[in-house]
Nanobody, 120 residues
Framework: VQLVESGGGLVQAGGSLRLSCVVS????????FGWFRQPPGRDPGGEKV??????????YYKDSVKGRFTVSSDNAKNTVFLQMDALKPEDTAEYFC????????????WGRGTQVTVSS
């Protein structure tokens, strides 16, 4: 499985970005895909931001992003999205897409990340 993120960039506080994660591999519809982030200066491992289970459509959001971020997928294109609105400086981080058997499982594959920087 390979995952390639895109869509990061520099945005002012209050702005929006949409991250994309294109997934190669079989059985996209059988698994879940999480979005994780690693803020600058924090230990590796990151924090789980959101997740979507493709099979049943269930989603998960970290409390601090609820109401601002939306995870979705285009199953025909094997792509997962993270729409980020009302961005805050504390959202600044490297964002990673990850393959998971289920949203509560440890990720098995990771993308290389895309940088999101929110200026105040």
């Amino acid at each position: 499985v390979q995952l390639v993120e895109s869509g990061g960039g520099l945005v002012q506080a209050g702005g929006s970005l949409r991250l994309s994660c294109v997934v190669s591999g079989d059985r996209f519809n059988d698994y879940a895909f999480g979005w994780f982030r690693q803020p600058p200066g924090r230990d590796p491992g990151g924090e789980k931001v959101s997740c979507i289970s493709i099979k049943d459509g269930k989603t998960y959001y970290k409390d601090s992003v609820k109401g601002r971020f939306t995870v979705s997928s285009d199953n025909a294109k094997n792509t997962v999205f993270l729409q980020m609105d009302a961005l805050k400086p504390e959202d600044t981080a490297e964002y990673f897409c990850a393959w998971q058997i289920r949203c509560d499982y440890t990720p098995g594959y990771w993308g290389r990340g895309t940088q999101v920087t929110v200026s105040s």
